[in-house]
């Protein structure tokens, strides 16, 4: 199922040029990791202790976006650069997951949000992502199918954070995205098991 992690590739493509410098400079993949994930804790920290701030909620994208070019660029680093390890894969896999739980439960936080819709989002999302690392468990690739990727999910809280940070006020609008988003969350974790089975010659 098509996701914007498809369009990773033109992304990285973009990066490659400071890539290409961060490692002439000796920047390592796992520092890139780590200075990522700190970034997250402490914009989450903000959004959780400012909930429903307007400041916070309009910079949420801009941030999600350096995030993502962060995570592309450790990536890059580590296969194009001889810088893969096992601590790396570790690190990557685990801070990542981190980062997403600290970004997004603070949403709520935010008077009028569905608490209880956030917490299984960000619940579902956590498994999204355990089954995808699976995958290399039983044999298969490591899966990042869609429909809500991590990529997705970046996108679908920024525009979350927008539309609050604009003043448009939580109501039952948001209470059927959310449902909406849950059940895509469900359906990737089905599409990344059913497709890790199969490409392991088990489905």
Avoid at 40 to 66: D, E, I, K, N
Avoid at 89 to 101: G, P
Avoid at 150 to 155: C, E, G, H, V
Wanted: glycine share 12%; no cysteine; aromatic share 8%.
């Amino acid at each position: 199922m098509a996701t914007i992690y498809d369009l990773k590739p033109k992304f990285q493509g973009l990066l490659r040029p400071i890539v290409k410098s961060l490692a002439k400079s000796g920047v390592t993949a796992n520092a890139i990791t780590m200075k990522a994930f700190i970034m997250s804790a402490g914009m989450g920290a903000g959004l959780a202790y400012y909930p429903g701030a307007r400041g916070l909620l309009f910079l949420l994208p801009v941030f999600l976006l350096v995030r993502m070019a962060m995570n592309a660029v450790d990536g890059m680093l580590a296969r194009e650069h001889d810088q893969k390890t096992k601590l790396g894969a570790i690190l990557n896999e685990t801070t990542d997951v981190l980062s997403d739980a600290a970004l997004y439960l603070p949403f709520a936080l935010i008077p009028g949000v569905d608490a209880i819709a956030i917490v299984t989002l960000v619940l579902l999302a956590i498994i999204g992502e355990l089954v995808g690392v699976l995958g290399v468990m039983i044999g298969a690739s490591r899966r990042y199918d869609g429909p809500f990727g991590k990529s997705d999910r970046a996108f679908f809280f920024g525009a979350l954070a927008l539309l609050l940070g604009f003043g448009v006020a939580p109501g039952m609008w948001m209470t059927a995205v959310l449902g909406g988003a849950i059940l895509f969350a469900a359906l990737t974790i089905v599409n990344r098991a059913r497709a890790a089975l199969k490409e392991a010659g088990d489905g």
